[in-house]
């Protein structure tokens, strides 16, 4: 769980939101660590993902001791507090709170007692996959606020493992109706800090944890085998491995130009070469297709978890 402090250097409209300035996170993990990193030593552009302090609730000595290693400077002058087993308190000097634990403990962090009532007014931004902003407004009684300004706005999001390197992919869920524009400012401002954020629409959201949350693995596993083949024709592992991923590299940034992929192949092929042949061999063994089915699958997993149907696990067997 994140926990994040407004900017004093803060342009936007946003003090009566703001005036604690403080944000929180729950998520110093895989994923939590990267964006605390980018937030916390964000240099410049944007006024709306900068804070004033950072609270970083996490549940392990462990991961406290890891925390106070990255950031020693942060801890000691006071902008990043590290925070174990006590996230009321924590969202109680927030306003603004970034879920993310494991998705089997949402329900009983946010059931935590006080913790509904200490996100009052407050935006809630989730990161947790298969957890509809529904399910998460009903945990945390978001609709029984009698005033507006008391409501906690939750928002439903799916940034992708690449925010390690800044270069996620994060999927932001169109919100409820009356949503707060300062509050979608921030959400766009702080996910822009970790790499693209793209708007969705709420029945896009399963789809979209897959092709964006689930493909970088897939390259990865994709990367793998090409640097195995490279080993076994001669190349050393760590040449290979710079090929591949330069190579990687370079085709993204053609085809992010507006390059058609079909184009690009064409452009690489030229008659009886060893590009077409190698391409030859991907059409018979139905590399398409089983790129297509994986992708597929992710999705298919995807709509199942937070379905109430998890047991039913897609792997285990589709026929139950
Ligand atoms: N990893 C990824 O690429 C992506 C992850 N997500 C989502 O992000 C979320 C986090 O994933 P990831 O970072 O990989 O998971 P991790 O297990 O690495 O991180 C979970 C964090 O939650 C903390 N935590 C657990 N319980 C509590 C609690 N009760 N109070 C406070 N903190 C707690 C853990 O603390 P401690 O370490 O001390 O146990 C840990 O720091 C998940 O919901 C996942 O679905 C979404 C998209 C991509």
Not at 148 to 157: A, N
Not at 238 to 254: F, K, N, P, V
Not at 255 to 282: A, F, N, R, Y
Request: aromatic share 4%; hydrophobic share 40%.
């Amino acid at each position: 769980m994140l926990i994040e402090a407004r900017s004093q250097h803060n342009t936007l409209d946003t003090y009566e939101f703001f005036e604690k300035r403080s944000f929180l996170t729950d998520l110093p993990g895989n994923l939590g660590t990267p964006i605390l990193k980018s937030l916390i030593s964000a240099s410049g552009e944007s006024q709306a993902a900068k804070f004033d302090k950072y609270i970083a609730c996490i549940h392990s000595e462990r991961s406290e001791k890891r925390l106070s290693d990255l950031f020693p400077e942060h801890k000691k002058s006071g902008k990043l507090v590290i925070s174990r087993g006590d996230n009321v308190s924590a969202a109680q000097k927030s306003d603004i709170i970034i879920l993310g634990v494991d998705p089997p403990d949402v329900e009983a962090t946010l059931k935590q007692d006080g913790l509904s009532q200490a996100l009052k007014g407050k935006l809630l931004i989730s990161v947790a996959a298969g957890w509809s902003r529904e399910k998460l407004e009903k945990l945390v009684s978001a609709g029984d606020a009698s005033k507006e300004e008391e409501r906690t706005w939750v928002l439903r999001t799916l940034p992708n493992v690449a925010a390690q390197v800044s270069q996620s992919l994060t999927a932001i869920e169109d919100p409820a109706p009356g949503f707060p524009s300062k509050y979608m400012e921030i959400a766009d401002a702080i996910f822009s800090q970790v790499g693209k954020a793209v708007h969705i629409a709420p029945r896009l959201m399963n789809a979209t944890t897959a092709v964006g949350g689930s493909t970088p693995a897939f390259w990865a596993v994709i990367c793998d085998a090409f640097i195995d083949a490279a080993v076994a024709v001669g190349l050393p592992r760590h040449i290979a491995q710079a090929q591949i991923y330069q190579s990687m590299r370079g085709t993204a940034e053609m085809l992010q130009s507006g390059i058609h992929p079909g184009i690009l192949k064409d452009q690489g092929t030229s008659p009886e070469g060893c590009t077409i042949g190698g391409i030859m061999v991907m059409e018979e063994a139905g590399v398409r297709g089983a790129l297509g089915k994986a992708l597929r699958e992710s999705v298919t997993i995807a709509r199942a978890m937070g379905s109430g149907k998890e047991d039913l696990h897609v792997n285990d067997t589709r026929q139950s």
